[in-house]
């Protein structure tokens, strides 16, 4: 460690004003932020400290995020090797493919996200914020496995631009950047983004594990394939080489879906994390459960052929899609979200409620999480305001009654 | 008959006093028509030619009009003309007419029309309202094209109905963006060339 400090204090002075490297001053910051505890103190006033920065806090998400990460690659594997006819590759193989599979995205989000977050705080001579730690780890997760690389930095370019820079950056932006990049790429190339090929990586990674789908593969995600059933009951769900599945299978993640988001039990988890540190809002998680919940149950209440999504069991509703992957990463986001506490579970609520609604009520979306939490976003503003306000009015009459 | 006024009157509305870039009027319209360049070139030559010739007629006949009413009169003349460009249209271009439908006939609620008469003809002689309306008309048709231009060569690939994006691309896996023919990215892209205008004009930016 010593070595380090001692090569960075050397090199400090060319970063500086007037040295050879000063364009690249908050390279440098950020890089001793990130090596060393900053050794800068505030100077007014007396403050609590806590080792909880927002490093740490980012840092925790991301350590919630690493089982759902881990088990995706395997799943990609998984599926890979089930639409190939090769069931019984060993478990390390496949999430070696998954491995192989993800790197290339997650990659690809952190040098666009990054790049365009150090020359945005280059310019405006402002320390590096550390909120893309996270984002640039739910982009992978959240965006199919076939989509083009070039797809994802167009969208993460756009999502870090339009959605965090232009509004002040990390803690200022109205949407979550992740769910920004995968609407962009849901409406701009919406052919890569649902369907059969979407889900289901058949070509090989890096050289490993090239094949031919065998014939009864079908790469369509349970969801999509409640989307386009026929009748007044639930054709029976399979996986990608027409075996049939349980909700058990999906609480599990053996479905296909975007890598991330198909096991509960790992999200799950990663919740466990996110609640026992308290870095995510409980009251958020809980109510986007419920809200989900309450929808799922009232369209079962009365099933019709129409919309064939009213067909699925309220709680089995939860396990498919991305809806517990918004819910625990998404809707929790502290930036985007209500703040007040009676607004965190009405904001979570309708989160629930909409999911539910645009994924059996619009029969172009086969899933609702990511419009639901955008749009929530866009109003969790107004729900706080609204609380505080008639909080405020509610103690005033409590004063004039006095 | 160059005169100072009139320079102003014709230049100014280009950029300085640009109606879409500065005023933010208009947008509607730039929003609605401009998904692709064909029908954008249309419109935007329709406005100029509408506002030229209202701006004209208002200024002949402004010491005439009695203030009381005069919105009225504008409309009918604006309205009058109006009608013209839009049969000249259906009769000899009917396809871009028919893409425009009723963007053509809501240039008599363009803010920029009643803007520049109320301001302009009603107080300047015909030479310099003509060049105003010239002006006006050409730095919104300017912002039209670049928003169809950037818009048509993303979304379809083509610029006109050519195709400019070759062929090699798409064989390499580009695609067209949807999103870009989806209003949303209209506003974006007329976002963009604000902040590109007031980064270059930084006495345009607010405090």
């Known amino acids: ?402 | 008959m160059i005169s100072k006024k009139s320079k102003e009157a014709f230049f100014n509305p280009l950029s300085k006093d640009n109606p879409v870039l500065v005023q933010i009027l208009g947008i509607c319209s730039t929003l609605a028509v401009t998904a692709s360049l064909e029908p954008a070139i249309v419109m935007g030559i329709s406005v100029i030619v509408v506002m030229a010739l209202s701006n004209v007629i208002i200024s002949l006949i402004r010491n005439t009009i009695p203030t009381t009413i005069r919105i009225i009169v504008q409309l009918v003349v604006v309205a009058a003309l109006v009608i013209c460009v839009q049969q000249f249209l259906v009769a000899y271009d009917y396809d871009v007419s028919k893409q425009l439908s009723v963007f053509i006939g809501l240039i008599i609620t363009n803010c920029i029309l009643m803007g520049r008469l109320e301001a302009f003809a009603l107080n300047n002689g015909p030479w310099p309202s003509f060049l105003d309306g010239i002006g006006n008309g050409l730095g919104y048709t300017i912002i039209l094209v670049i928003v169809a231009a950037v818009r048509e060569l993303f979304g379809s690939g083509s610029l006109l109905g050519f195709q400019v994006i070759p062929q090699w691309c798409y064989d390499h896996g580009y695609e067209n963006n949807g999103l870009m023919i989806l209003p949303p990215m209209a506003l974006i892209t007329v976002a963009c060339i604000i902040w590109v205008h007031r980064a270059r004009n930084p006495e345009l930016m607010d405090n």
Request: contains cysteine; hydrophobic residues 50%.
């Open chain 1, 1 to 402: 460690m010593n070595i380090l400090r001692k090569y960075m204090n050397k090199i400090q002075p060319q970063f500086r004003p007037g040295g050879k490297l000063a364009k690249l001053e908050s390279v440098y910051d950020g890089m001793e932020t990130f090596l060393f505890t900053p050794n800068t103190t505030s100077r007014c006033g007396a403050h609590i400290h806590d080792g909880n920065d927002m490093k740490r806090t980012m840092i925790t998400v991301v350590v919630a995020l690493l089982p759902a990460l881990l088990f995706g690659m395997y799943n990609i594997g998984l599926q890979h090797y089930l639409a190939i006819g090769q069931p019984d590759a060993t478990w390390l193989t496949m999430w070696t493919f998954g491995l192989l599979a993800m790197l290339p995205v997650i990659v690809v989000s952190y040098v666009v996200g990054l790049g365009i977050e150090f020359i945005g705080a280059q310019i405006h001579h402002k320390e590096i914020q550390e909120g893309f730690l996270v984002t640039g780890m739910l982009i992978p997760m959240i965006v199919p496995i076939n989509t083009p690389l070039w797809m994802v930095a167009v969208a993460t370019a756009f999502a870090v631009i339009f959605a965090k820079e232009v509004f002040g950056g990390t803690g200022m932006n109205i949407f979550n950047v992740a769910l920004i990049t995968r609407a962009v790429l849901f409406f701009g190339y919406p052919s890569r983004m649902s369907g059969d090929e979407a889900f289901v990586k058949i070509d090989s990674a890096f050289g490993m594990g090239q094949g031919t789908p065998v014939d009864a593969f079908s790469g369509a995600t349970p969801l999509g394939q409640v989307a386009t059933n026929v009748g007044d009951t639930l054709q029976p769900l399979h996986n990608v080489v027409g075996e049939p599945i349980s909700t058990c299978d999906a609480f599990m993640g053996f479905i296909a879906g975007s890598p991330g988001e198909t096991s509960m039990l790992a999200i799950l988890i990663g919740a466990a994390i996110l609640l026992i540190t308290g870095v995510a809002s409980w009251r958020v998680m809980c109510s986007v459960f419920a809200g989900g919940l309450a929808m799922a149950a009232l369209v079962h209440i009365a099933p019709t052929a129409t919309y064939p999504a009213t067909l699925i069991d309220p709680l089995a509703q939860l396990c498919y899609g991305g809806f517990a992957f918004a819910a625990v990463f998404m809707a929790t986001d502290p930036v985007t979200g209500a703040r007040t506490r009676i607004g965190q579970y009405i904001y979570g609520f309708l989160i629930g409620v909409f999911a539910i609604l645009i994924r059996v009520y619009n029969n172009g979306f086969p899933e609702g999480a990511m419009l639901a939490v955008l749009l929530m976003n866009a109003f969790a503003p107004l729900i706080d305001h609204c609380v505080v306000s008639f909080n405020i009015k509610r103690r005033l009459k409590r004063a004039a009654n006095k």
